[in-house]
């Protein structure tokens, strides 16, 4: 049985190197962001047909435009703190004179991909808010969107084909993988 040295001249903290680890928990830290993110955004039940007329998620409050306007206003600023943390923990990794230059490169690509979803995810709001919804939170998930909409009453199968043409135009995500939500 061979007995690894975690420290000392030939140790596997000395081969692997204390920075490269740091780089790697910072990698794994940032995973978890996205994971977490993921988990509080996408929501895999809400994935109804356009006709079902049933595509509303109001929580039938008598205020509920005001619970609504905080929802809209919570969700953007916890996405965009979340988007923050995870691109503060790859410039780390890019910054690390002593990271692997295979991992600089994943941190760079994981930050263009971020700032790609962040512009299109604007795009996508300003364009559904074009076409007279109130408010909209958009969050891109790999191959996946999600659109939630401020909207009084039930979502018109013509209102969800628009969102998801817009979604498709600025994403190049196709229809079966967005879902579109009301608040």
């Not at 995870?86 to 990271?99: C, G």
């Amino acid at each position: 049985m061979a007995k690894f040295k975690i420290r000392g001249e030939n140790g596997l903290l000395s081969k692997i190197g204390k920075k490269n680890i740091l780089v790697v928990c910072a990698v794994l830290l940032l995973g978890g962001a996205i994971c977490l993110n993921y988990f509080l955004f996408y929501q895999p039940g809400a994935d109804i047909g356009y006709g079902d007329g049933n595509m509303t998620d109001d929580g039938g409050d008598a205020s509920g435009a005001v619970v609504s306007d905080a929802y809209f206003s919570s969700t953007l600023l916890s996405r965009r703190q979340a988007r923050d943390e995870a691109l503060e923990v790859l410039q780390t990794v890019v910054d690390s004179e002593d990271a692997l230059e295979a991992t600089k490169d994943q941190a760079l690509s994981d930050i263009s991909r971020i700032a790609l979803e962040i512009a299109q995810e604007s795009d996508i709001e300003a364009l559904v808010k074009a076409k007279g919804f109130e408010q909209c939170v958009a969050v891109i998930s790999g191959e996946n969107v999600s659109v939630i909409v401020k909207n009084e009453g039930e979502l018109l199968p013509g209102q969800a084909a628009q969102i998801s043409e817009i979604v498709y135009q600025q994403t190049g995500i196709l229809p079966v993988n967005v879902k579109i939500l009301c608040k």
